[in-house]
Nanobody, 128 residues
Framework: QAQLVESGGGSVQAGGSLRLSCTAS????????LGWFRQAPGKEYEGVAA???????AYADSVKGRFTISQDNAKDTLFLQMNDLKPEDSATYYC??????????????????????RGQGTLVTVSS
């Protein structure tokens, strides 16, 4: 089974930007659901953004207009561009994938659908 590896986390001041990347270690599928999730200490794991192999995208309300999920042209790297970061965005960010299914992204972000492969996470800290 493919493994996911995130990178790009770090510390930034409020209003700053970071770009997270996620790569898969092995072969995947032309049908897939991909997403970014986060968990802050003492808080629940939550969906941030998701996309599917049909090109549909969804975002959590808290990040709309500030975060952008995308893939590279080869579709083997997933990105999360985070702009205008706020202290409440501080969390460990995880990418996750489900190959062979194309769940509607809004159901992935809302937690209705779970993705079965997850990376080890990358820490994002936003200071005020």
């Amino acid at each position: 089974q493919a493994q996911l590896v995130e990178s790009g986390g770090g510390s930034v001041q409020a209003g700053g930007s970071l770009r997270l990347s996620c790569t898969a270690s092995a072969g995947t599928s032309t049908t897939y659901s991909l997403g970014w999730f986060r968990q802050a200490p003492g808080k629940e794991y939550e969906g941030v953004a998701a996309l599917d192999s049909n090109g549909k995208i969804a975002y959590a309300d808290s990040v709309k207009g500030r975060f952008t999920i995308s893939q590279d042209n080869a579709k083997d790297t997933l990105f999360l561009q985070m702009n205008d970061l706020k202290p409440e965005d501080s969390a460990t960010y995880y990418c996750a994938a489900d190959w062979g299914t194309d769940w509607t992204p809004s159901t992935v972000v809302s937690g209705i659908r779970a993705l079965n492969v997850r990376g080890q996470g990358t820490l994002v800290t936003v200071s005020s």
